[in-house]
Structure formats: C-alpha cells, structure tokens
C-alpha cells in the first residue's frame, strides 16, 4: 500500500482545513487507518483512527469536535477535515495504515505516507 496526503497548508487561526490521504493498492478497505502529527522538535503523536467500514472513530483529546476523520474505500481515500484551528495543531500530518481503530501507538502502524504541512498562524 502507498499513501499520498494532500491538503495541507498556511491558514489564520480559527480556520479550517481538509487533508486527503490517497492510497493505492489492494485491500485499502480491511485495514483501519490513522492520522499522526509531528510538530517541530516533538515527537509524532496520534490524532485519529477510523475503522475498516469507517463505522468507528477514535481522537485524541485535543482534537475532540473540531477535527473529523472520514474514509471512501470505493475512492481508497481518507479525509481529515480540521475545523477551529489554532497554531498548536502546526505539523507535518501524516495518515498510515493501521491494525484497528483504538491503536494510538505509532509503532503499531505501517505503510506511512510523506507528511503535508499543516501551518496556523496566530
């Protein structure tokens, strides 16, 4: 499986963003899948999971009704949709494939995709 993510950018706080992952090869739709962040000088931390049918949803804290994880499995394609950002959501976001939805651990992930920026400014 490879990922792609798409959509990141440079937006004021209070905004809003929404980051695509697209993945290619077979069987997308049996795995769960997640996103991570790595802000500058920290390590990279869970943000969301969804499950395989896209039925099930896990966040972090921080990220509790103002971000939304979504999939399309016909479209191989998961979504972060970010709302009322604020600049300690600034990171390198990246989605990877996962073993179910309430893994956190990024040791428990494989096949990683290259990151997009994701910059709130203040």
């Known amino acids: 499986v490879q990922l792609v993510e798409s959509g990141g950018g440079l937006v004021q706080a209070g905004g809003s963003l929404r980051l695509s992952c697209a993945a290619s090869?077979?069987?997308?739709?049996?795995?769960?899948m997640g996103w991570f962040r790595q802000a500058p000088g920290k390590e990279r931390e869970f943000v969301a999971a969804?499950?395989?049918?896209?039925?099930?949803?896990y966040y972090t804290d921080s990220v509790k009704g103002r971000f939304t994880i979504s999939r399309d499995n016909a479209k191989k394609a998961v979504h972060l949709q970010m709302n009322s950002l604020k600049p300690e959501d600034t990171a390198v976001y990246y989605c990877?494939?996962?073993?179910?939805?309430?893994?956190?651990?990024?040791?428990?992930?494989?096949?990683w995709g290259q990151g997009t920026q994701v910059t709130v400014s203040s």
């Open positions: 969804i499950s395989w049918s896209g039925d099930s949803t």
């Open positions: 990877a494939v996962g073993p179910r939805v309430s893994a956190t651990d990024e040791d428990e992930y494989g096949y």
């Open positions: 090869g077979r069987s997308f739709s049996n795995y769960a």
